[in-house]
């Protein structure tokens, strides 16, 4: 019985009407819309950061050279590694110096 009463309203244009004109509902599309901006905007910065990533830029030139022994292979690998750890941390100071503002 609740469920026939329940689907009766919400597809009854009028109550629809009434409560997309109520003060709480449209709060909560307002909210809605600033977080999904918000997670928009921060995904392009996270993505054009990649971009820009010396690590990227590495690991693509590394990938295209043929190593010639383990050795070379070896100190190639720790060349990213230091690559990746230093823009790690440049990205949490970023972060932090972002929170405290």
């Known amino acids: 019985m609740i469920s026939r009463l329940l689907f009766y309203l ?24 600033y977080a999904i ?8 910065d996270a993505s054009e950061r990649v971009m820009r990533s010396q690590t990227l830029r590495q690991v693509r030139d590394e990938a295209g050279r043929v190593p010639g022994d383990l050795g070379e292979m ?4 720790k060349r990213v590694r230091e ?9 949490w100071k970023d972060g932090s110096r972002q929170i405290k503002k």
């Open 10 to 33: 919400l597809n009854n244009l009028h109550v629809v009407e009434k409560l997309a004109e109520s003060r709480p509902i449209r709060r909560a599309a307002q909210i809605t819309a």
């Open 83 to 91: 690559t990746f750890v230093n823009e790690v941390k440049e990205g």
């Open 74 to 77: 070896g100190s190639r690998l």
């Open 37 to 44: 901006t918000k997670a928009q905007i921060a995904g392009r």
